[in-house]
């Protein structure tokens, strides 16, 4: 059971928007920022949204994230064929002391 | 080109040992934090272990505290993993992460392909 809960799976149709949740506690999200990471099938991980809802250089606008009290989202506008993977948050716990992980939402379009 | 590499990697027997090692070039090593996270066959991602610029603050999941332990050589651009009493829960993908500051609560922004552990009798 991940310390952050995220739905399990997520659609939608080229062009649409999606958004994905990420829910934590007050030792988490809390009282820290949240990154999202990206997993495409086959490949290691890759950081898409830093600091809550900073993009890191070359990473499309069409992604942003954004949080509130001890949840987070990461919206996917336009959505692409390309879009398709594995997402993840995460952010530091105070209490754990170490960084805790959501179980991840795979996205399929549709 | 910032990269990451690790090895070490393999088939272990239950209640052995083994050490990862992950060599890092394109960047300054020693200005920041580096992370080992695993993903079991099929399954999330799960932070295991993390290491401070200069070593000070180090950090691990409780699943493998006790057993595992991080460290990194600053004049090599190396980290390692050594891992004592291997279990089968321990089978995963484990991946190198180079923190984005100084200390462990910062992103992960850069990530290695990974080296597999296979922990079976």
């Known amino acids: 059971q991940s310390v952050l809960t995220q739905p399990p799976s997520a659609s939608g149709t080229p062009g649409q928007r999606v958004t994905i949740s990420c829910s934590g506690s007050?030792?988490?999200?809390?009282?820290?920022?949240v990154n999202w990471y990206q997993q495409l099938p086959g490949t290691a991980p890759k950081l898409l949204i830093y600091?809550?809802?900073q993009r890191p250089s070359g990473v499309p606008d069409r992604f942003s994230g954004s949080k509130s009290g001890t949840s987070a989202s990461l919206a996917i506008s336009g959505l692409q064929s390309e879009d398709e993977a594995d997402y993840y948050c995460a952010a530091w716990d105070d209490s754990l002391k170490g960084v805790v992980f959501g179980g991840g939402t795979k996205l399929t379009v549709l | 080109e910032v990269q990451l590499v690790e090895s070490g990697g393999g088939l272990v027997q239950p209640g052995r040992s083994l050490r990862l090692s992950c060599a890092a070039s394109g960047f300054t090593f020693d200005d920041y934090a580096m992370h080992w996270v695993r993903q079991a066959p099929g399954k999330g991602l799960e932070w295991v272990s993390g290491i401070s610029w200069n070593s000070g603050s180090i950090g691990y999941a409780d699943s493998v505290k006790g057993r595992f332990t991080i460290s990194r050589d600053n004049a090599k651009n190396s980290l390692y993993l050594h891992m004592n009493s291997l279990r089968a829960e321990d089978t995963a993908f484990y991946y190198c992460a180079k923190g984005s500051g100084q200390w462990l609560n910062h992103a992960f922004d850069i990530w290695g392909q990974g080296t597999m552990v296979t922990v079976s009798s």
């Open positions: 600091s809550n809802n």
């Open positions: 007050s030792s988490n999200i809390g009282s820290n920022t």
